[in-house]
């Protein structure tokens, strides 16, 4: 701007002097000169075409023509400062400058615990959409500007701010809240490890305290990311073939995984029974090879369909082809497996294998992977047993640990008991949820966390853990609620009984009704519904009815 505004300093200051030098009107036969505040003054408002007039008398045809030759210059100028003014506004430095300082500021004014969430595409959507719904805030960096529209247009309840920029740029971290007092954590969602990779040791030499989750396809990045010390690394191909290798061994641990890590509120998924037998896997890449090695170690027997063998190093008796012709999946002997798996990186082709397959094998238990969000009413209508969605997979992991880092403790535990235990366990949630996936919440036996209970425990009373499940309103009513898992110091109890007794430390797993969460917290943190909860009794609140009591009404 520093040309534009030497234009017009120089055009004013030329037409000002004009209008001094330049002799005007006669006076008693001498001729008037215009002070240097009149000229400035008809400057003003002629330069700006605002009006005109000749003041402080008419002017002279000389006074005139300079005023005229003044009007242009000053024109021109005007419009060259205003239209530079207009495209440095419009300049993707300003704009991306102006963009990081409102967006600074808006992270700066967060006072509630937030995530940042680097990388907006169909995961990062999911989870910050969940975590707006269970009252978590996050921060979003996103190198595209067209998914940061897209948060823009969400319908979310609370503002989440945005910032194009490169996630793992330390400096657009720093920006995005990492070192201010209410982060809790960073989430590496993009779709680039490297990226995450670089995010994760960012995260731990800056800010070694918070809590690190990320995402890796390729198990040497994971590999890497675990070895400096972050708290989760999530593979999504090996996450999906864990749940579909439970399924197979144990359609009832599948089934309490799906109802504890489903959205709450929604109906309860219904019981999965994958068949046993000889399974058609089609696609040997990551996806491939990670379905491959957990069915195998269940010991279901399977046929590999791929057309590249030799580069993804298949194994020797691979079937060579697609999987979507009908002559390759023949080959496979379709017509004897029990299951079939498409999971190319090609939702066109994963669709047609499903579509050729079950024309040959009506009875298929139908597996398959979706690549792209975009197609979900296609996979919708293939009626498919079970879809891996890589943002479906990941998202529900995170959550689980951020929300409830106990319940990925329980489900690791769970898959080592007996299928009896799971039945009783389903059983017992039934009545409970109402037919509802139920909501899941952590407590920690702290005087940060349960102020109330801590203290009457530090008093020297006791509390059983059945108090907890009372309704603060009436305790003779039982919450919609389970305590599943209770840890004390190296020690787990899975569904530790309702005769247990708190102790301060104690860390305790619950899932129930949504809402139910909210009825607790009351008797964590007040000391008089802990009091009615033991005993019965009600003491009046506020010093007028204390003082009513006392003196008998």
Known sequence: MRAPILALIVAYAVSILGLVLIPGTEVDGRPQHLSFFHAFYIM??????TGFGELPAPFTDAQRLWV???????????????????????????QQLIGQSRFAAQVRRLNEPFYIVCGYGDTGSVVVRSMIERNLGAVVIDINQDRLNELML?????????????????ANLTLAGLNHPDCRGVLALCRDDLVNLKIAITCRLLSPG??????????????????????????????????????????DLHLI????????????????????????????????????????????PMVIVEKEPVKTRAPKNVIIGRGTEAVTLRAAQIEKAVGIVAGTDDDANNLS????????????????????????????SARLDLVMQRARAISRRILALITAPLLTDFLRLARHQKPAWAQDLIGDLRPIL??????????????????????????????????????????????HAMALLLRRGKEEMLRPGEENE??????????GRPGVAAHQYRTLNEERVVRYLVSGETRPQGTLWRWFARHGG
């Open 44 to 49: 003003t408002y002629t330069a700006t075409t």
């Open 68 to 94: 005229t030759i003044s009007l242009y210059i000053s024109v021109v100028a005007w419009l060259y400062a205003i239209g530079t003014l207009i495209a440095l506004l419009r300049d993707p430095a300003l």
């Open 154 to 170: 969400e319908n979310l309840p609370v503002h989440v701010p945005g910032l194009c920029a490169d996630a793992g740029l330390p």
């Open 210 to 251: 918070l809590t690190v989750i990320c995402r890796a396809q390729s198990h040497d990045i994971e590999a890497n990311m675990e070895s400096f010390g972050t708290d989760a690394v999530i593979n999504p191909f090996d996450t999906f073939a864990v749940h579909l290798a439970l399924a197979v061994h144990s359609p």
């Open 257 to 300: 995984h799906e109802w504890l890590t489903g959205v709450p509120g929604m109906p309860l998924p219904e019981r999965l029974n994958p068949p046993h037998g000889t399974w058609v896997v089609c696609g040997y890449g990551r996806f491939g090879k990670a379905v491959q090695r957990y069915l195998e170690f269940e010991g279901v």
């Open 353 to 380: 294998v499903i579509v050729t397959a079950r024309e040959l094998n009506p009875k298929l238990f139908l597996v398959a992977r979706q690549n792209d969000s975009e197609n979900d009413a296609l996979f919708r």
């Open 434 to 479: 109402g037919g509802l996936t139920p909501d899941h919440w952590s407590v920690s036996v702290t005087e940060e966390q349960a102020p109330a209970v801590h203290a009457w425990l530090q008093n020297g009373n006791t509390l059983p853990l059945s108090l907890l499940m009372r309704d603060p309103r009436d305790r003779d009513q039982h919450l």
């Open 502 to 511: 708190i102790q301060p430390g104690d860390k305790i797993l619950f899932c």
